[in-house]
């Protein structure tokens, strides 16, 4: 129902490296940058990568972003328990003008 | 530190008004856009519109065209959002979040505030 497509959930044990994606289309991902959210729970989100591949102050390193045509992941490497949180994509849509998100991914860290 | 403080839970019967607000701290309010998003278990984050305090210059969802007005008090920067007859769909958790620019992330983002339309 989102315009941006995630998968529901992803998990890992701690250490390894996931990934998670973000689909979209030539109106939105294809032409514009992509952000990623991270959400706490009972929290707001907050932004966690920008410009597809830029980290806020704060954010570690072993959070990265990507983007190639239509699509964009976030990778997570060496996964640790206080990364557990909801991850939402979001970028500019030139037919909605304004922006879009994906249905966010939950990730469980086993 | 950048601050938006959001208006507390609100529990309302269907058909009534509410306005909620959001107010900025710790930046110039006038010279960034204040969005309000969406968020339900059913939907996800659902974008519903911007104003720019600086001139009030407002653009809305399609989906929230209507549905919800938008307004802003630079004087006291605070934003508002503000239903004129709630609907039961309208229960959610409602985000202010600003922006440099319109294309530019949501860089920071109020508490929420949790609205229940019930009978």
């Known amino acids: 129902q989102s315009v941006l497509t995630q998968p529901p959930s992803a998990s890992g044990t701690p250490g390894q490296r996931v990934i998670i994606s973000c689909s979209g289309s030539s109106s939105n991902i294809g032409r514009n940058i992509v952000n990623w959210y991270q959400q706490l729970p009972g929290m707001a989100p907050k932004l966690h990568i920008y410009s597809n591949n830029q980290r806020p102050s704060g954010v570690p390193d072993r959070f990265s972003g990507s983007k190639s045509g239509t699509s964009s992941s976030l990778a997570i490497s060496g996964l640790q328990s206080e990364d557990e949180a909801d991850y939402y994509c979001a970028t500019w849509d030139d037919s909605l003008r304004g922006p879009v998100f994906g249905g966010g991914t939950k990730l469980t860290v086993l | 530190d950048v601050q938006l403080v959001q208006s507390g839970a609100e529990v309302k019967k269907p058909g009534e008004s509410l306005e909620i607000s959001c107010q900025g701290s710790?930046?110039?309010?006038?010279?960034?856009?204040i969005g309000w998003v969406r968020q339900t278990p059913g939907r996800g984050l659902e974008w519903m519109g911007f104003?720019?305090?600086?001139?009030?210059?407002?653009r809305y969802s399609p989906s929230f065209q209507g549905q919800v007005t938008i307004s802003a008090d630079k004087s006291i920067s605070t934003a508002y959002l503000r239903w004129s007859s709630l609907k039961a769909s309208d229960t959610a958790i409602y985000f202010c979040a600003r922006r440099e620019w319109l294309q530019s992330p949501f860089d920071h983002w109020g508490q929420g505030t949790v609205v229940t339309v019930s009978s």
């Open positions: 710790e930046y110039g309010f006038s010279n960034y856009w």
């Open positions: 104003i720019y305090p600086g001139d009030s210059d407002t």
